[in-house]
């Protein structure tokens, strides 16, 4: 587990499950995209979930699994994780959207992200000075877990390195050429920040992410908010909730 300079005990403020709040089963989801909460509500409704509160997200548990979301950006996936993993969350799967630097992912590919640069403001308070900068890396077994997962059900899926930025209006052309070039993937807002604190929790954390946009064609493709790529995001999640 990576430690930082200054411990949990350091600070002012820890999560921790409150009064009368539930305890969550150990494996879940989150689906950090506004656009995914409808369906998690209509899978808690059919499957008879109960509800928490979880800030301006939704929190749905049984005894096998929970369901958090939307959570969009470092901050704010931050803040939701670190209070799931005071319920008792331990094995956590984000699923998002990125937008795709390589020609080879295209959008409606998934893709599994293996390490993380980090250019949020998040990851390094998690950090010690030495960690700083550096690339993050997912919980290994998880990220396994899920390439079995979709390797059996025949899905296919591609995995790589991915950018986190806090800035989706910054993702200039220079800095895609440049990371495009270092062989990264994906740039995704919530990935390495979520890593870092689930390193530093001592918990697991992968995702899985459809590609919604291709930020290395110019003019900028955009995807997500097309009937067919919204299905196939729907028929993930699903597909996601169900064999978790």
Partial sequence: MAKTAHSAQDCIINPECGRGEPLLPEIGILAVNPAEAPVLAAYAKETQMQRAFLFHSNLYYSEKLFLAGPA????????????????????????????????????????????????????????????????VLP?????????????????????????????PYRETQAKITEYANQGIYGVDMEFSALCSVASFR????????????????????????????????RKLLTFLCDTL
């Fill in 139 to 167: 919980s290994s077994a998880l990220c396994s877990h899920l390439g079995t997962i979709l390797d059996v059900a025949d899905i296919p899926f591609h995995q790589g390195k991915i950018w986190t930025t806090d800035a």
């Fill in 72 to 135: 969009v950006g470092a901050p704010m996936a931050v803040m939701c994780l670190e209070k799931m993993i005071a319920l008792g969350a331990k094995k956590v799967i984000l699923y998002g959207w990125c937008g795709s630097l390589q020609e080879d992912l295209r959008v409606m590919d998934v893709f599994l992200p293996t390490e993380a640069l980090s250019e949020e403001g998040t990851s390094r308070h998690y950090q010690d000075q030495a960690e700083q900068g550096r690339v």
């Fill in 202 to 233: 001592g918990v697991e954390l992968a995702a899985a992410m459809l590609i919604s946009d291709e930020v290395w064609r110019q003019p900028w493709q955009p995807r997500f908010s097309r009937k067919e790529f919204k299905r196939k995001s």
